[in-house]
């Protein structure tokens, strides 16, 4: 009895060190799936975030060409880099339009200038590229302003008494029609036959470069006014601005002048409408049309019942970008400070690359749909 129990003992404590072992096996194995699945995460993650710095580094590739400042796309001419931009005032009445060459222009300013009418400034960074602009009108003292915070030659016919003040105090570059025509400045033949005269004149563009070379007016930008004007998104990296949506805004300059932009989400532009009418330009045919559209607002006065003081110093406002709106808050130290524009907190706005409208106009002069 003895043996046979000794030899039962025998066979469970054998049955029961391979029972442990393989329990030991299985653990290990299990153990070892587990890490290779750890292992293959982590392997997985790696090439995802691989794939995505690759694919952020593809959106920063910087494009080719010449940056324009002022619109932070890629296409001025090598001969415009480090140069000053141009400035013309552009009559908006009525009975002058339709304008044209207006529709290339970077940077389109409108304000009032009195009487209700608006009249707008368009500044080119390029200032071998501006083709015939027509029609041309007088300097307003706050124009002046804006035109010096870009270091701007600044094109007119004439002006009110305090505009052309300003011009001299500032320093501001001017070719002024009324004192010559510079190799610029004509009366527009077909215009005449059936326009008021001072609807009729018009510059030459391709004859910018040559007149500023012959009058002795400085061409390259100071060193304050180097580099972009405003803070901008790579050219084809469009982003909202705001969370708010808005597909249409009307900005009031009087009961008569008024401009309405309306969202294409096909295209990422707003187009321009003058009191009602599509704004559109001769030349070209098309409405005007911008990437950003931004609204200054400011304290707006009558000087003596017909001209106008507009501050240019500062005040709030709003700012829309791919059918998106913000609230914003704007500053320019001296006329010769570019704008700044922050969001209410403070942070500067960053511009979707492409062609700015800036309208000027006293606070809660603008509605939103």
């Given amino acids: 009895m003895s043996k046979r129990w000794f030899a039962v003992v025998l066979a469970g404590l054998m049955l029961l060190c391979a029972a442990c072992g393989s329990s030991e096996n299985s653990s290990h194995e299990e153990s070892s799936q587990e890490v290779s699945k750890e292992e293959s995460s982590k392997a997985e993650s790696s090439a995802e975030e691989s794939s995505a710095q690759e694919s952020s580094r593809a959106v920063m590739v910087m494009p080719d060409g010449n940056l324009n400042p002022l619109t932070g796309l890629y296409d001025i001419s090598d001969e415009a880099v480090g140069k000053r931009p141009v400035a013309i005032m552009i009559n908006n009445i009525k009975d002058s339009l339709p304008q044209y060459g207006i529709a290339g222009a970077d940077i389109m300013f409108e304000m009032v200038a009195e009487e209700g009418i608006s009249r707008m400034m368009a500044i080119w960074a390029d200032y071998t590229a501006i083709p015939d602009v027509c029609s041309v009108r007088s300097a307003r003292p706050y124009y ?123 295209d990422g532009l707003y187009y321009k409408q003058h009191s009602g009418q599509p704004h559109m330009v001769q030349d070209t045919g098309t409405q005007l049309v911008f990437t950003n559209v931004l609204v200054l607002e400011t304290n707006v006065s009558s000087v003596d019942g017909y001209r106008m003081a507009i501050e240019s110093d500062g005040g709030t406002g709003y700012f829309f970008s791919n059918g998106t709106m913000l609230e914003i808050q704007w500053s320019k130290q001296t006329p010769y400070d570019q704008i700044q524009v922050k969001d209410k907190d403070g942070k500067e706005v960053v511009f979707n690359a492409g062609k700015t409208y800036i309208g000027v106009t006293e606070y809660g002069m603008m509605e939103v749909k």
């Fill in 144 to 266: 002046v302003d804006f035109a010096a915070g870009f270091d701007a030659l600044y094109l007119h016919v004439g002006g009110s008494q305090a505009g052309l003040d300003r011009i001299k105090e500032l320093g501001v570059s001017d070719l002024d029609a009324i004192y010559g025509d510079y190799g610029l400045y004509e009366r527009d033949p077909e215009r005449l036959k059936t326009y008021a005269l001072e609807h009729t004149m018009y510059v030459k563009g391709q004859n910018i470069p040559q007149a500023m070379e012959e009058y002795g007016i400085r061409t390259e930008l100071d060193e304050t006014h180097q580099g972009p004007a405003f803070s901008f998104q790579m050219p084809g990296n469009a982003q909202p601005v705001g969370e708010k949506k808005c597909e249409e805004l009307t900005i009031w300059y009087s009961d008569e002048y008024y401009s309405t932009f309306t969202y294409n989400d096909q």
